[in-house]
């Protein structure tokens, strides 16, 4: 299958890509930006099957010409907005998230592309996610409440109306909190996960301070790949969004014992002057997962531990990891 991959050098996309290529598929890589440090190493076994093409989604003849003599979709693009981009630049914000969608949905519409996966938010819950212990698909009533989440909502639901107005196999896929291999400051990625700015903190030597020992469902990002690969070979779906989650919710303080016990030197605490943004102001409920295993036979296999031995061993091949910007 060859597959067009928008966002395809960002923290989600590269992890796609990584997917699909180990499966045998011919991955036509769509961004902006360049592959990261180690990106080019990374995809070298696989120099036959993959087209790094640079492009904006912003860019209506960009993406036909890329998903030309594509069998399937991965739309991944984003702008991951904090809350000063939001302030500062909210136009790209919407450009991004919202035309980039338009585009791509048109761009899809017109080569006649198979399977579309659509990359949405679980922030698209917003202030439903803490009112829910369990957040379902079809339960809890998206809220969302910053640009970012509002704009992936508007791409979500203009995703869905493309797929009722012109018969497109579309699905949306509303990851939670990811964190995991390649993700890194992109410049358009503004909240960087808990568990990457710990994680730097250890390889820096600096002690890492929790505002509390938040606990969430965690979901690693070779996990949220292999749920979009599930949800690209579905038979026959029986729904159009998707949650995908971790299969445990652990704390951020039980990684940071972890890596004390791995990091020689490492200390962490919990305190009111914390060091680590958790990008949101209390814990929430945490993503049902019973339909993606029903419809596409989707198992997360990275729980804490897994996940843990993972994210170290490729943390071990990044030579320059504690000099991540945070």
């Not at 036909?64 to 500062?88: K, M, W």
């Not at 369990?134 to 797929?163: C, F, N, Q, W």
Request: aromatic share 8%; charged share 25%.
């Amino acid at each position: 299958m060859r597959v067009l991959v928008t966002g395809a050098t960002g923290f989600v996309g590269l992890n796609v890509v990584e997917a699909l290529l180990a499966r045998g598929d011919h991955v036509v890589a769509f961004d902006a930006a360049p592959l990261p440090p180690g990106g080019d190493a990374a995809l070298l076994e696989f120099s036959g099957r993959v087209e790094v093409v640079t492009g904006d989604v912003r860019d209506l003849g960009a993406v036909a010409r890329a998903i030309s003599g594509c069998d399937a979709l991965i739309h991944a693009a984003a702008i991951t907005a904090g809350l000063e981009r939001e302030r500062r630049d909210p136009h790209l914000i919407v450009d991004v998230n919202v035309k980039g969608t338009v585009n791509a949905m048109d761009a899809a519409r017109e080569t006649g592309v198979g399977r579309i996966v659509h990359f949405s938010s679980s922030g698209v819950y917003g202030e439903s996610s803490f009112e829910h212990e369990v957040l379902h698909e079809g339960g809890a009533m998206p809220l969302p409440d910053s640009l970012y989440t509002i704009t992936k909502y508007a791409g979500e639901r203009i995703a869905l109306r493309h797929r009722a107005l012109y018969g497109l196999d579309l699905v949306c896929l509303r990851p939670g909190y990811v964190f995991g291999p390649w993700e890194r400051n992109t410049g358009v990625r503004d909240t960087l996960s808990p568990v990457l700015q710990v994680s730097v903190a250890a390889a820096r030597g600096e002690e890492a301070v929790l505002p509390r020992p938040c606990l969430r469902d965690w979901v690693y990002s070779r996990d949220i790949a292999d749920s979009a690969v599930a949800l690209l070979e579905a038979d026959d779906p029986k729904s159009v969004v998707y949650n995908s989650a971790g299969p445990e919710s652990w704390t951020l303080e039980s990684w940071c014992e972890r890596l004390v016990r791995r990091v020689p030197g490492f200390a962490y605490r919990i305190g009111d002057d914390s060091n680590v943004e958790l990008n949101n102001p209390r814990d929430r409920g945490i993503l049902d997962m019973s339909r993606l295993k029903a419809d596409a036979g989707f198992v997360p296999r990275y729980g804490l531990d897994e996940s843990f031995d993972d994210y170290m061993d490729w943390i071990n091949l990044q030579p320059d990891f504690a000099n991540t910007p945070l």
